[in-house]
């Protein structure tokens, strides 16, 4: 968020933006840099040190590439803002019906953001009795979670599913949200 900020001026109308894809993409190939040679170096940025993996390159690849997401280390920072910034530099001056349904989650992210927790929690619920699972099964012993037996998940592709599920049932509520936004000045409304 601290970076949004930052960057933010850079988004204003009177900024060049040549300068602006310049900046960007600098800035991110210094992140993905740093992240490299920390990475590399193996002390400093990740709880979790990278080793040379028994079952081949790919294998110490991936295990170079794991780093902890929650919470956020050092190196997920700079490899996740890095690419960000350099897509971002790309991809600025690309405008097409894909961008613009881009443009309408990015306008409203903290709404989605509230929205998809909610939206997550019903399917969920709907999908635990819709699996065979009955009101005994609520509660799991030991776990904090309701609506979470142990045996009760899906594939990765069943959760690809409802990932996408998600993004398109929101698009409608977040494109509603961001023309009130637009159109109402509410205090509140800079929040969302």
């Known amino acids: ?89 790309f991809t600025e001056k690309i405008s097409n019906e894909f961008t613009s349904i881009l443009i309408i989650y990015g306008n409203v992210p903290f709404f989605y953001y509230v929205l998809h927790f909610y939206l997550l929690r019903f399917i969920n619920v709907i999908l635990f009795f819709a699996t065979g699972f009955t009101t005994r099964q609520i509660v799991t012993p030991n776990s904090p979670a309701l609506f979470r037996p142990d045996t009760f998940g899906f594939s990765l592709g069943g959760v690809y599913l409802i990932w996408l599920f998600v993004i398109v049932v929101l698009y409608f509520p977040c494109r509603w949200f961001s023309k009130y936004k637009k159109t109402h000045r509410q205090w509140w409304l800079s929040y969302f």
Do not use: E
């Open 1 to 89: 968020m601290f970076l949004g900020y930052v960057f933010r001026a850079m988004f204003t109308p009177g900024f060049d933006g040549v300068r602006r894809r310049k900046i960007l993409l600098y800035t991110g190939l210094t992140s993905l840099a740093l992240f490299i040679i920390l990475r590399f170096i193996n002390i400093y940025g990740d709880p979790l040190p990278w080793s040379v993996q028994p079952r081949g390159s790919v294998f110490t690849f991936l295990s170079f590439l794991n780093i902890s997401k929650y919470p956020p280390s050092l190196l997920y920072l700079f490899v996740t803002i890095g690419a960000g910034l350099v897509i971002l530099s």
